[in-house]
């Protein structure tokens, strides 16, 4: 984006950056595949494009705070992905998905929300092309069963279907807004979650505003 100042994080291993932007004259950070990010502060807006991964955002607008994730179910192969089903919460992939819920939901309790006040908005899934067609289902299978299972309070969603998107999210309000990426402009954000998917089997054998949608 033109006139937009990059920021250097404080953590350089984190998963997302952070930038000012002059028209909203807030900052925006950025969070990338893996990543989970929270805040109380009102000048900040937290921002992530997904094709197959799935983005929780959540706050609690008493204790004014909130946050994001943005996950990935890892499979091996094909038939570990035809195989797996949302009620299999113990399996391997499922554990990443959990940990990342669990991650982003503890960082919000240590700000002062309270579980029973958070209210979720759940975007992604996408059926991306190639080996992300069905990892995509079933990363929505796996969180529509985790807030299921946890009794967590969706206020709204937009997950699956063929697009890719954009989601910017207020963690103070909960205002969240989308835009649809289509695959044209879709490749970098498709190797990026090749990368992330990557580094997750590794890790499982060692051990602008338009057409922007409100919600």
């Not at 921002?47 to 799935?54: D, K, M």
């Not at 796996?142 to 910017?168: C, H, N, S, T, W």
């Not at 054998?205 to 409100?214: T, Y």
Request: include cysteine; glycine fraction near 8%.
């Amino acid at each position: 984006m033109i006139g937009i100042r990059q920021e250097k994080t404080q953590a350089p291993t984190a998963h997302f950056n952070r930038f000012y932007h002059p028209q909203r004259e807030k900052h925006i950070v950025k969070v990338t595949p893996g990543g989970v990010y929270c805040t109380q502060r009102t000048d900040e807006l937290i921002a992530t494009g997904l094709g197959s991964c799935i983005a929780a955002c959540v706050w609690d607008e008493t204790a004014n705070v909130g946050g994001m994730n943005h996950f990935l179910l890892p499979f091996d192969n094909y038939s570990q992905i035809k195989s797996w089903q949302p009620e299999s919460l113990v399996s391997t992939a499922s554990r990443y998905g959990i940990h990342a819920m669990e991650m982003l939901l503890n960082a919000l309790i240590e700000r002062g929300a309270e579980r029973d006040n958070l209210q979720f908005k759940l975007f992604g899934g996408a059926q991306m092309l190639g080996r992300h067609s069905m990892i995509g289902a079933k990363n929505v299978a796996f969180i529509l069963k985790y807030v299921e299972q946890e009794q967590l309070e969706v206020i709204a969603q937009d997950l699956g279907g063929l697009e890719p998107r954009k989601v910017m999210f207020d963690p103070i309000s909960g205002k969240a807004w989308l835009k649809r990426i289509p695959f044209t402009e879709v490749h970098r954000l498709q190797h990026q979650e090749e990368k992330y998917a990557h580094q997750l089997d590794r890790e499982s054998h060692r051990k602008h505003d338009d057409d922007v949608e409100l919600f």
